[in-house]
């Protein structure tokens, strides 16, 4: 018997994120084209492709949103002092913001069993630490890759999780929720990472960081899928 693989996420792009793509600015595309292969390399791991078939674990879920936590809050206390002083003013740092979201969904699952701490997470946390000090512009890569995919894949992954917590009687994540269009978001974002004011260096070095930015989160999403046998 031939098993059919749950389809990607860039396989449920919408027609108005086609329409979106359209209106890219040069960096947006240039970032697009830096990070796409990263992008379908995270999409066949093993838990990503759990969760796009509704066959992960609550207790992966929980992993996940406690190694998300930390760094969020540290991208939401960095990333609006980094965008303003690049120029990035159009980024609404306030509607993207997970650190609230984040909070109320290890509040919800606060009752599933511990999970180990996450060296991808950590590491992640320490590179977004010095680059705050150091380099401004390549934490802003982290911030366009992880919001822009919240906004995009993450509402496909959203609808899953939460079918996976129904069927385990658990609520569902606020994590993926956006109190704005959605459309609206993405074209702030875009239009602040356009905005930034960057030698030639520095936008070399933003495509590499975006691109770093989903080796780090493959890294997560290993660990993430070694946790599929505890329940």
């Not at 018997?1 to 449920?12: E, L």
């Not at 292969?37 to 999409?43: N, T």
């Not at 180990?116 to 934490?139: C, F, G, K, V």
């Not at 989903?214 to 070694?226: N, P, V, W």
Request: glycine letters at 8%; hydrophobic letters at 45%; proline letters at 6%.
């Amino acid at each position: 018997m031939t098993i059919t693989p749950p389809p990607s996420i860039s396989d449920h792009a919408s027609a108005q994120d086609a329409q979106l793509r359209c209106g890219f600015g040069p960096r947006v595309r240039r970032l697009h084209a830096r990070i796409g292969k990263a992008h379908h390399q995270a999409e066949g791991m093993g838990f990503s492709r759990a969760l796009l078939a509704g066959e992960a674990t609550p207790l992966q879920l929980a992993a996940l949103i406690r190694a998300l936590a930390p760094a969020y809050r540290l991208l939401e206390q960095q990333g609006p002092v980094a965008a303003q002083a690049l120029g990035g003013r159009s980024i609404p740092w306030n509607a993207l913001a997970r650190s609230t979201a984040l909070d109320h969904d290890l509040a919800k699952l606060a009752g599933l069993p511990a999970t180990p701490a996450s060296a991808a997470a950590q590491a992640w946390q320490e590179q977004l630490h010095t680059l705050a000090a150091s380099a401004p512009h390549r934490l802003l890569a982290h911030a366009y890759v992880r919001y822009g995919g919240d906004l995009s894949g993450g509402q496909q992954l959203a609808q899953q999780a939460a079918g996976i917590l129904e069927r385990a009687g658990l609520p569902g994540l606020s994590f993926w929720v956006f109190e704005r269009p959605l459309a609206e978001l993405k074209a702030g974002l875009h239009d602040g990472v356009e905005e930034m004011q960057l030698s030639e260096p520095q936008e070399q070095e933003l495509l590499e960081e975006a691109e770093a930015a989903f080796q780090l989160t493959q890294r997560l999403l290993a660990e993430l899928a070694e946790l599929a046998e505890l329940r």
